[in-house]
């Protein structure tokens, strides 16, 4: 199956800019998207096509993919971003949709 | 809005059975993808299966390929995942997800609020 990795942790100041990766063999060759998920909420679509953003997510949130990574950047980071985000691709060669282990947002 | 809302989750035992169901509203359901995703108690999400809006193709995560199936019902705009077999592993929140209709990709743009699948003995 195809693996995505993320690192369990980022911190950030509030007004700062954060930077979560994700990393895959030939990610940039994919779609990459991401998603937002806070404590006993469901995820909500934050990314979509390396760089889109869904209607009604703040123009902060923005994306990229190049290589062999995606990173999900927030600018001028608020506490209510603190959250779970995790990225997610399509593998067409195992016919499979691959998650990111999760980045814990931290907003300090 | 969108809506998905999930049931059919319990309490079941080891090598039981169980049917989970996701009623779609304020969606044209037949006209697209849809996906089943799971998340294990404080654990990260995990992708479970996906049929397209005409069930043909779908594809099963290799965790619970041969267990479960994935079916839908245009008709009444259900989805559904008959789970056979069940494991302990396989206790989580099991949420219904719409998929965007990107082509090359899987984009779940809309989810369910879950549904809490519990395998104990």
């Known amino acids: 199956s195809y693996e995505l990795t993320q690192p369990p942790s980022v911190s950030v100041s509030p007004g700062q800019t954060a930077s979560i990766t994700c990393s895959g063999d030939k990610l940039g060759d994919k779609y990459a998207c991401w998603y937002q998920q806070k404590p006993g909420q469901s995820p909500v679509l934050v990314i979509y096509q390396n760089n889109k953003r869904p209607s009604g997510i703040p123009e902060r949130f923005s994306g990229s993919n190049s290589g062999n990574t995606a990173t999900l950047t927030i600018s001028g980071t608020q506490a209510m971003d603190g959250a779970d985000y995790y990225c997610q691709a399509w593998d067409i060669t195992t016919a499979s949709v691959a998650f990111g282990g999760g980045t814990k947002l931290t907003v300090l | 809005e969108v809506q998905l809302v999930e049931s059919g989750g319990g309490l079941v035992q080891p090598g039981g059975s169980l049917r989970l169901s996701c009623a779609a509203s304020k969606i044209t359901f037949r006209t697209y993808g849809m996906n089943w995703v799971r998340q294990a108690p404080g654990k990260g999400l995990e992708w479970v299966s996906y049929?397209?809006?005409?069930?043909?193709?779908?594809y099963y995560a290799d965790s619970v390929k041969g267990r479960f199936t994935i079916s839908r019902d245009n008709a009444k705009n259900s989805l559904y995942l008959q789970m056979n077999s069940l494991r302990v592993e396989d206790t989580a929140v099991y949420y219904c997800?719409?998929?965007?209709?990107?082509?090359?990709?899987?984009?779940?743009?809309?989810w369910g609020q879950g549904t809490l699948v519990t395998v104990s003995s």
């Open positions: 049929i397209s809006s005409t069930s043909n193709p779908i």
């Open positions: 997800a719409r998929d965007l209709g990107i082509a090359a990709a899987v984009t779940l743009d809309y």
